[in-house]
């Protein structure tokens, strides 16, 4: 195992470029096929410049899209209330007490993997943040005690908890899918849209099948990513360097002796114990009023503010730990348009329609084949889409928006449970995470280590996860 994790190390360090090269490639690949093969047939039937054109057009609307923009601001504030929560001071002691139990280089990737896992399963963000921060805690403590480790796989620790976030209480899908899903329907020979009643998180992430999955996962991954690391000999010392600088907000304070009223206010324990009352009040409310469908994408950022409101001294304070977090979303503002627009003409031009339809006619061809009934081959074909349409649209929410929906018309045809078809575009979309290192941006800000030194021990654990799923979504 730590043959293969070097040897998939070597491969990722020659060949993935920088994740912002990435989604530029991307970009321009996308952009090439729906011109030259368009899947739709407002684009088919236009002229080479009127498709050039359209295409364009659907890349800008992309980007310019409030809905994705909304959404985009909805990633950040998870990362930076994440962010907040992890840099409490209680959480600040955990961490510190986590760090000093690692001893070893071994002992370091196991810990820091079970955090990811446990962590980005309750919420992605908190996980991203918190494991990245206890990373960057071992580091510090192993510079200082001259004790050597592989950095860079101590890192992929930290991100292989995105491999299950999906399945957890902060995936988009399962969470979407609570309001009602749109299916398409074939009623007297004429597609028709017809609503379909909510599924409840108690049939998605609370199902026993994924419970169970993700008891396995928490116990496998860590053991394999431990797998991966090297002896002692095989290891590099550190060098120390300083810690984090201090947030701009916490220097704002007039000098000592200079109290004026404004700072009075800015360290007042009452403003923020009224703003979390009110913040608790509204979670309380929301969730009577949609019971288990309010834990959605505002249930947790407003759970994740209020948390972190309570556990620092203050607003200031509390200002001053998301100041520190800024540089993880940095590149999540600058990417996530570029995504959107490869989302937007991936809809637009029918390209992820095509995508889905021809891993639903793989499934019944395999099926005819195999000579087994479609509920056999259809979630592994749902899976594998969906690993592939995430390599496009990394965003777990977008893509459930431009492939979900055909999806679940399809499981609804085959008479096929719509639960099953959730969760199996959820995995797929969590797997090539594993490859698709637009969500180990926040780590990068946070670890200074490039994804293409870490992303080839994820990649090697992608592949040995990827019938693990498959398995689990057998018995769904």
């Not at 929560?85 to 959480?91: G, H, N, S």
């Not at 700072?263 to 007042?268: G, Y």
């Not at 995430?390 to 929410?397: E, K, L, Q, W, Y």
């Not at 999806?407 to 085959?414: G, K, N, T």
Request: glycine share 10%; with cysteine.
């Amino acid at each position: 195992m730590e043959r293969l994790g070097r040897f998939f190390s070597r491969i990722s360090q020659r060949y993935l470029p920088d994740p912002m090269v990435l989604a530029v490639l991307l970009t321009l690949f996308v952009m090439a096929v729906a011109w030259v093969a368009p899947q739709s047939d407002a684009l088919r039937d236009a002229g080479v410049g009127g498709r050039l054109t359209g295409v364009t057009g659907l890349w800008i609307k992309g980007i310019a899209s409030t809905g994705f923009l909304a959404f985009a601001l909805q990633m950040c504030l998870i990362l930076l209330t994440g962010f907040g929560l992890a840099k409490a001071p209680v959480a600040t002691r955990l961490l510190d007490a986590l760090a000093a139990t690692a001893r070893t280089n071994r002992g370091a990737v196991f810990l820091v993997a079970l955090v990811s896992c446990v962590s980005c399963w309750i919420n992605w963000g908190f996980g991203l943040i918190v494991s990245g921060l206890l990373a960057e805690q071992i580091r510090t403590r192993f510079a200082r005690s001259r004790i050597p480790c592989q950095y860079p796989l101590i890192v992929a620790s930290a991100y292989v908890g995105m491999m299950i976030w999906h399945g957890g209480l902060s995936g988009s899908a399962p969470l979407k899918v609570t309001g009602g899903i749109t299916i398409e329907r074939q009623l007297d020979g004429e597609s028709v849209s017809v609503q379909v009643e909510g599924i409840t998180i108690k049939h998605t992430t609370l199902s026993p099948t994924n419970l169970v999955l993700t008891g396995v996962l928490f116990i496998g991954i860590p053991l394999v990513v431990r797998g991966m690391a090297g002896r002692p000999g095989t290891c590099e010392l550190l060098p120390e360097e300083a810690g984090p600088s201090v947030g701009p907000l916490e220097s704002s304070a007039a000098p000592a002796g200079e109290r004026t009223p404004a700072d009075t206010l800015n360290r007042a324990r009452w403003l923020r114990a009224l703003i979390v009352l009110v913040a608790l009040a509204t979670l309380v409310m929301h969730v009577r009023e949609k019971h288990w469908g309010a834990v959605d994408l505002t249930f947790v950022n407003l759970l994740f503010l209020t948390l972190g409101l309570m556990l620092h001294r203050d607003i200031v304070s509390y200002m001053a730990a998301l100041a520190d977090g800024g540089k993880a979303v940095v590149g999540i503002v600058i990417q996530f348009p570029l995504y959107a627009g490869i989302q937007n003409i991936m809809s637009g031009a029918g390209l992820a329609a095509a995508v889905s339809h021809f891993f639903v006619n793989l499934s019944q061809w395999g099926g005819e084949a195999l000579g087994v009934a479609p509920g056999t081959t259809f979630p592994a074909a749902t899976f594998f889409s969906a690993a592939l349409v995430n390599m496009f649209v990394p965003s777990g929410g977008g893509q459930w928006i431009v492939q979900g929906p055909i999806m679940c018309s399809a499981a609804d045809h085959l008479h096929l449970s719509l639960s099953q078809t959730v969760m199996a575009v959820a995995y797929g979309d969590q797997l090539t995470n594993m490859i698709q290192p637009f969500w180990a941006i926040p780590l990068m800000g946070l670890t200074r280590v490039n994804a293409r030194q870490f992303m080839g021990y994820c990649a090697l654990l992608m592949l040995l996860a990827t019938p693990v799923f498959i398995a689990a979504l057998l018995f769904f």
